[in-house]
């Protein structure tokens, strides 16, 4: 039932969570592991470990870039796949990328962590992560 995860990273301790959730879903479920990275601005990285990688930008900053690019690297290391294939699109807000490549790409789950970089304690879900629950088309998990 589960052919295609995709899961959005932003290089927090909960986004590392989420993928790593991901991955077990994925080996167990034999689907498809996307990793997607959104960078602003208007930008984003997506990374599939197990086949493919695209790589979205429009105007990207260097620096934001190799930020994305190294914590895909490092994921894939950690997720022990890697082969890339850059593909390209826009997006303005990370939740707008998150949506609309799940949809793009087929993905039939989404994976998140519940908070991210922003991480305020008072928080039990990120406006990134709340903002996917409420507008994916797809089934969404959230980890915490
Ligand atoms: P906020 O950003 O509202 O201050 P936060 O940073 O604590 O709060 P979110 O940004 O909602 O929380 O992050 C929740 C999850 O959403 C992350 O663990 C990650 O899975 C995903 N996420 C957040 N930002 C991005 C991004 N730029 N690209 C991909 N995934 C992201
Ligand atoms: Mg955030």
Same mark, same amino acid.
């Given at each position: 039932?589960?052919?295609?995860?995709?899961?959005?990273?932003?290089?927090?301790?909960?986004?590392?969570?989420?993928?790593?959730?991901?991955?077990? /879903?994925?080996?167990?479920?034999? @689907?498809? #592991?996307?990793?997607?990275? *959104? %960078?602003?601005?208007?930008?984003?990285? $997506?990374? &599939?470990?197990?086949?493919?990688?695209?790589?979205?930008?429009?105007?990207?900053?260097?620096?934001?870039?190799?930020?994305?690019?190294? /914590?895909?690297?490092?994921?894939? @290391?950690? #997720?022990?796949?890697?082969? *890339? %294939?850059?593909?390209?699109?826009?997006? $303005?807000? &990370?939740?707008?990328?998150?949506?609309?490549?799940?949809?793009?790409?087929?993905?039939?789950?989404?994976?998140?962590?519940?908070?991210? /970089?922003?991480?305020?304690?008072?928080?039990? #879900?990120?406006?990134?992560?709340?903002?996917?629950?409420?507008?994916?088309?797809?089934?969404?998990?959230?980890?915490?």
């Amino acid at each position: 039932m589960i052919k295609h995860i995709l899961v959005a990273i932003d290089g927090s301790e909960h986004a590392k969570r989420a993928a790593l959730y991901a991955r077990d /879903l994925a080996r167990q479920t034999d @689907a498809k #592991l996307t990793i997607l990275v *959104a %960078v602003k601005p208007p930008s984003s990285y $997506l990374i &599939p470990p197990f086949d493919a990688v695209a790589i979205t930008a429009s105007t990207p900053e260097p620096g934001h870039l190799a930020a994305a690019q190294a /914590l895909i690297d490092e994921l894939i @290391a950690d #997720l022990g796949h890697g082969r *890339a %294939v850059p593909q390209t699109t826009t997006g $303005l807000d &990370p939740a707008e990328v998150i949506t609309s490549e799940a949809t793009r790409l087929g993905a039939d789950l989404i994976v998140l962590g519940a908070r991210g /970089l922003g991480a305020v304690d008072r928080l039990l #879900l990120g406006s990134v992560s709340d903002r996917v629950v409420r507008h994916a088309a797809q089934p969404v998990l959230v980890v915490r």
